[in-house]
């Protein structure tokens, strides 16, 4: 290259969920093999790609088009923020339910079925006020956008939105409704480590530019098939070439990330554990970057 990477610390921002925080410390582990200095930034899911363009933190590697697209498109309008391309993986981010859900709930995965009382019913819970219950993500990753549906759809005489503090709630309500026999939706993404254990998403009216509230629409759609793109600071291919062009190259698979996140949601390892385990296991992959 031109000039060899620069000293200073790659600053790569860890969120709250798991494949995020262990691509983390496997993208960390890659430009430390190749002599760069890492530093991981706790950072909001959504302001990181003003992070970025201001230059406070040099890379994103989980740009998930549905819940944070439009933060990065308003930065990389604003000038400073560069798009370094997508994974192979394609995302769906929406609400879902396990499989064996399914029978409680007749003519699922079409939307429809949720407008039956007694579907609904099979979904209350102690803090629901007798309406079925959702369990959406942090209200962080997408504020009201599931609530403003769910009352688009005219759904909000049946059904309630709740909020999780976080990731490892919506898998603990996957294993309490299971124990106690109830029915439960959540929201889910794919991909992720519930891929292959038996997950469906809800089939809603399809997403078209535009149609969410934010946008001027009347927020009746689901969510896109979507990205999963990278980002860099402007100036992060200049201090750090060789490692800008790894990044670049780099595409992790529908597969990849789900196991990424298995290591930590099925298996209990600590996210470091897990990408250091994730390297050893997939050097043909990330060494062809």
Request: aromatic share 12%; hydrophobic share 40%.
């Amino acid at each position: 290259s031109i000039a060899a990477d620069s000293k200073k610390p790659i600053r790569i921002p860890t969120h709250n969920w798991s494949s995020q925080v262990v691509m983390a410390y496997v993208i960390g582990g890659i430009f430390e093999s190749i002599g760069n200095n890492v530093e991981y930034v706790p950072a909001d899911s959504q302001a990181v790609y003003e992070s970025i363009r201001q230059g406070d933190i040099d890379i994103s590697h989980e740009v998930w088009q549905s819940a944070f697209g439009k933060s990065f498109d308003a930065a990389r309008d604003a000038g400073g923020l560069l798009d370094w391309g997508d994974h192979e993986a394609r995302t769906l981010e929406d609400m879902g339910y396990p499989n064996w859900v399914a029978d409680l709930c007749p003519g699922l995965p079409d939307w429809t079925a949720l407008k039956n009382p007694d579907c609904a019913a099979k979904f209350v819970t102690p803090d629901s006020g007798g309406k079925g219950r959702m369990l959406e993500g942090p209200q962080t990753w997408h504020q009201d956008l599931i609530p403003q549906r769910v009352d688009a759809l005219g759904l909000g005489d049946l059904w309630t939105v709740k909020f999780a503090g976080g990731a490892d709630a919506l898998w603990a309500e996957l294993e309490a409704a299971e124990k106690e026999g109830r029915g439960t939706i959540i929201f889910n993404w794919t991909p992720n480590f519930t891929d292959g254990a038996g997950f469906t998403f809800i089939d809603f009216p399809p997403y078209y530019d535009g149609c969410r509230p934010v946008d001027g629409g009347d927020g009746k759609c689901g969510s896109p098939d979507g990205y999963l793109k990278k980002a860099v600071n402007e100036n992060f291919p200049k201090t750090h070439p060789d490692a800008a062009a790894i990044f670049k190259n780099m595409s992790f698979s529908t597969s990849h990330i789900g196991a990424m996140a298995a290591l930590v949601d099925l298996e209990g390892m600590t996210h470091e554990d897990a990408a250091k385990k994730w390297l050893a296991d997939n050097e043909s992959v990330w060494k062809a970057f």
